[in-house]
């Protein structure tokens, strides 16, 4: 009886079946029942419906709830009611008449047999009488469907599906025991197994391996069950191969994943995440069990836009995709990665995934925009050297030729002419050689490395300011000096006298120009820090002219005709030396550079700090 559920449960899909034999009196007693655990329904009462058909003798058709119940009787050769087969299906399913009466039949078969209630073994009419019977449920199976001896082992009846699965004809196999058909490392577990049926023991899903004509096997999932009357087995196999190769297929790459040392993470193609390795771990900062079942947006939810492309998870869906983005981690931090995903399939070339593998290339990334900095950096160069060479060029040759042009106008002068142009010879002289030390001092910041050193920036300033006690107008010009010191200076001397020197040099040009010059010298030294003032009460620098002042070349005013070098090799030592330096200025008052360098103190050992003290 329970076979006799299973088949048609099987065959005509409804949610629960129940066949139930009926006593002389009208009694209903020993109901079996088969109830299918993967729909979670409630079931409604069928007691009521049961008594009308047993009352009736006919077929009873009901709604109950929200299914249709369908009650057959079965009946004895006298016509009398012996049993009663319903079944519960949705509204929605068309149920086969057919199909249901050749269950009738069989259960007719069935509880006839049972009420005869003989002790010996009865021999099952295969090709007479049950052929008719069983052939919806057996012939056209799909699933392989069998009757076995359960004393031999022996076949009595078997479907088509086996010739379909295996390859034999079914004579061949009827020809030997199952045993012989059984894969040699099975062959033990299968017959334990029969024995526990043989035994009333009901098998569910017990899987073995059966041998095919074509040299290879077949994994076959059995149900099995003993009809205790008749002494035979009723069992029922699918065939689970492609399934089974897929799980196995599954778990020889997760083994293979988990050994990669590359982040490797498996999407199902709802974009959820089914599986992980370690490195995946590693490189994201999440646990295992807070990624699985997510879907791939917890990895790029926090995706830096500022550096990355405007991403969604479609963009990652793809076979053969290739992508880099900067992602946050768990912990905070910005990492660059390259994710390429291909289209995962199974055993028939159906898509089930997407394998996405993980690279970390933040040292690439890294090491990429370094390289664009540095490309940026001799593109300027390239530039500045252009324009370089033809503005040195122009400036070195325009007091050679005013030199030269005044030489022959000598040779045909005056003594008191003479005088005059050996005068302006001199004027041009001296600019070619300012214009020629400028330079120096470009190529020598540009070259030179670093050489911090004990620096006394009073003495400095002092000597600076000397330099110019010779040249016209000097004593006129009020210097005004404010020197803190709280700490020793280290710093590069050579490069902090160029900036003084071109900025003096600058305030002594722009305040003689105009009544009562003063230039102010400010110096404070902290163990962190030298910050310089500069500030003079001259003829000032327009707003239009500030922003440019520290490029090469540029001249902010006519009045002074200077190389154009010196404020821009001023802010090129100031760099070299990781400073800063601001410029503020208000034409006709007056303008004040600062400057703040830091003081190389903190570099040096503890021993030299002390030594430097002592």
């Not at 076979?3 to 009196?25: D, M, R």
């Not at 230039?519 to 910050?531: C, F, G, K, Q, Y």
């Amino acid at each position: 009886m329970e076979s006799l559920l299973y088949f048609a449960q099987e065959y005509l899909e409804p949610i629960y079946c129940v066949i139930c034999k009926v006593g002389t009196y009208g009694d209903v007693y020993h109901c079996v029942s088969r109830y299918d655990k993967g729909k979670k329904v409630k079931l409604p009462s069928l007691e009521q419906t049961i008594t009308k058909v047993v009352e009736e003798k006919e077929v009873v058709i009901e709604q109950i709830d929200a299914y249709e119940v369908v009650c057959l009787p079965i009946k004895s050769s006298h016509q009398k009611v012996v049993g009663v087969l319903s079944f519960v299906l949705h509204k929605d399913i068309e149920y086969d008449y057919f199909a249901m009466e050749q269950v009738v039949i069989i259960g007719e078969s069935l509880l006839d047999i049972l009420q005869q209630k003989s002790s010996t073994k009865i021999e099952v009419p295969v090709n007479n009488s049950f052929n008719l019977s069983f052939k919806p449920f057996f012939t056209d199976s799909y699933n392989l469907c069998c009757i076995t001896d359960s004393d031999s082992g022996d076949y009595l009846f078997m479907n088509q599906s086996w010739e379909r699965t295996l390859g034999y004809s079914i004579e061949e196999l009827k020809a030997y025991n199952f045993s012989n058909w059984v894969h040699p490392d099975d062959i033990n577990e299968t017959i334990k197994v029969f024995q526990d049926v043989c035994d009333g023991k009901v098998v569910r899903s017990f899987i073995n391996r059966y041998r095919t004509k074509w040299g290879d096997y077949k994994y076959l999932e059995w149900d099995a069950t003993l009809d205790e009357d008749r002494r035979v087995v009723y069992a029922v196999a699918k065939d689970i191969t492609s399934q089974h190769e897929n799980h196995e297929k599954l778990f020889f790459q997760s083994t293979i994943l988990k050994a990669v040392q590359d982040s490797i993470l498996v999407i199902d193609l709802n974009g959820k995440i089914s599986y992980i390795n370690d490195a995946v771990i590693s490189l994201t900062g999440y646990p295992k069990n807070y990624l699985i079942g997510r879907s791939l947006d917890i990895i790029l939810k926090r995706v830096d836009q500022s550096k990355s492309l405007d991403v969604d998870i479609s963009d990652f869906l793809k076979d053969k995709n290739n992508i880099e983005l900067q992602i946050e981690r768990r912990d905070g931090e910005f990492i660059w990665i390259e994710i390429r995903t291909s289209v995962l399939e199974d055993v028939y070339g159906d898509p089930i995934g997407f394998l996405g593998i993980i690279k970390d290339i933040t040292h690439r990334k890294e090491y990429e925009e370094t390289l664009m900095k540095r490309n940026e950096e001799l593109s300027k160069a390239n530039k500045e050297l252009d324009n370089f060479v033809y503005r040195v060029s122009h400036d070195l040759r325009a007091p050679i030729t005013s030199a030269l042009g005044l030489i022959e106008l000598s040779m045909e002068a005056s003594l008191e002419e003479v005088y005059e142009y050996l005068k302006l010879q001199q004027r041009s002289l001296m600019k070619l050689d300012d214009f020629i030390r400028d330079i120096l001092n470009y190529s020598r910041n540009n070259r030179m490395e670093l050489k911090p050193n004990r620096v006394d920036i009073q003495d400095l300033i002092e000597v600076t300011l000397e330099q110019y006690k010779f040249i016209s107008n000097y004593k006129l010009v009020k210097i005004t000096k404010e020197i803190n010191i709280e700490n020793h200076l280290y710093c590069d001397e050579s490069r902090l006298a160029v900036i003084l020197n071109n900025l003096i040099s600058n305030a002594y040009k722009f305040t003689t120009l105009v009544p009562n010059p003063e230039i102010r010298v400010e110096a404070n030294v902290s163990p962190t820090d030298l910050v310089l003032v500069i500030e003079d009460n001259g003829i000032g620098i327009k707003n239009d002219h500030i922003a440019k002042i520290f490029d090469m070349f540029y001249r902010a005013t006519d009045v002074n005709n200077g190389s154009g070098l010196g404020l821009y090799i001023v802010k090129e030592a100031v760099k070299r030396l990781g400073g800063e330096i601001a410029v503020e200025s208000i034409l006709n008052e007056g303008t004040k550079f600062k400057i703040t360098i830091p003081n190389l103190w903190s570099i040096f050992p503890k021993e030299i700090k002390e030594k430097a003290t002592n």
